[in-house]
């Protein structure tokens, strides 16, 4: 018999442990009996409250994006103006909580999910479209009429980053990171409004 309120600790458990299975493996290839095992607890408990790999894998995808919007909105807050916005997105894109080894294998194996899986897919799609709106946002008094295509290209390099991190064997310098990408939007902001 299930212990009453623990139901949300044991799904936060299989979620983190997902993450972190994920990023140890570098890939989806991983089992829900390893995912339970690093939780501590027992696949058929993992099926209980996911039904399967692929919902463990969307909820993964739920929770990290939980927690990359909970911190642009956190950043976002602190900002005064324009300039300060776009660089707190990509700050909070590349904060220790988002820019770490296992969260970039597991946002980069997302993408590989997005391809068979309409939920994963959907996701993806709301996670870029925010990025992009967000920027967008940020970068309209900064940029002008330039502020769509400006935004596309920031996030195209994020996602950039992001990909060149997961191929390389290095502990993530998220302050590099957002170095490189705010060169480019320095360079971007030096062309002006159009």
Do not use: C
């Not at 936060?12 to 140890?24: F, R, S």
């Not at 790999?53 to 900002?79: C, F, N, P, W």
């Not at 946002?107 to 996670?127: C, D, K, P, T």
């Amino acid at each position: 018999m299930p212990k009453l309120g623990m139901e949300p600790i044991r799904r936060e458990a299989l979620v983190k442990a997902t993450i972190a299975e994920i990023g140890a493996k570098g890939s989806l290839d991983v089992t829900v009996s390893q995912i339970a095992k690093r939780a501590g607890m027992s696949s058929a408990l993992a099926h209980h409250y996911f039904g399967g790999k692929d919902q463990i894998l969307v909820a993964a995808i739920r929770h990290t994006m939980s927690v990359y919007a909970a911190e642009v909105r956190g950043a976002l807050v602190m900002a005064r103006g324009d300039g300060e916005r776009v660089e707190a997105i990509v700050r909070a894109s590349f904060s220790p909580r988002n820019f770490r080894a296992e969260t970039v294998a597991a946002w980069m194996n997302f993408y590989v999910l997005a391809q068979r899986s309409g939920e994963a897919e959907r996701l993806l799609g709301i996670y870029h479209a925010r990025l992009r709106s967000n920027l967008r946002g940020a970068l309209r008094g900064l940029v002008g009429a330039r502020a769509g295509e400006v935004a596309a290209r920031v996030a195209a390099l994020i996602d950039g980053v992001y990909l060149r991190q997961s191929l390389g064997r290095g502990t993530p310098d998220g302050e590099a990171a957002e170095r490189a990408v705010m060169g480019y939007v320095q360079l971007e902001l030096e062309k002006g409004a159009t």
